[in-house]
C-alpha cells in the first residue's frame, strides 16, 4: 500500500496538471475536494468560505455538511480566529467541536488565503479515525491551498 506521502506528492501533481491556470473559485473547491477525496477517502473533504459575517458551506464531498457555522464556532471558526491550521487528534476532546456527522473521530482545518493574506475559506476533512492526521498531512494540505492564492474570489459569487 502506497504511503500517504507518496499520496500527496501524486495529489499534488494532478492539482498541477488539472487546475493550472484556473482562477474561479467554485471551479477550484470543487475540483480540490474531489481530487482529495479521491486520493486518500477521507470521509468528508470540502470548504467553508467566508460569506456575510459567516462561514457558509461550499462545494464538498461527503455526508451532509452543517450549512452554516457562526464565525467563532467550532474547529472552522477556531481556524479562522487563529488565522493558522487546527489538527484535531480527538473531536470529543475539542470544546465547541460542531459535530455535523457523528462518524468524526479527528479534523483538519486549513485556512484559505488570497494574495493580499485575507481569509476567504477554509478546508475542512474529517476522518472517521482517530488521531488519523499529522504534521504531514498540514505540510501537503498547506501546500494545496497555497495553490489557490491567485484565484479571482469575486468570481462566480
Ligand atoms: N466539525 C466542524 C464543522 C464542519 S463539519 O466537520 C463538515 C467544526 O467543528 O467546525
Redesign the pocket.
Known sequence: MKQRKELYEELLQEVESVLDGEKDPIVWMASLSCLIKQKLHFF?V?F?RLAEGQ?Q?GP?Q?TL??LR?EMD???????VARRETVL?PD?HQ?P??????TN?ES?I?VPVFDREERLRAVL?I?SDKLDDFSPLDQHYLEQLVARMRDIEWTRGS
Open positions: 468528508w470540502g467553508y462561514l458551506v464538498y461527503g455538511g452543517c457555522i464556532k467550532g474547529v472552522c471558526g477556531t481556524a484535531v473531536v475539542f465547541g467541536h460542531i459535530a455535523c456527522d468524526s479534523e482545518v475542512d474529517d
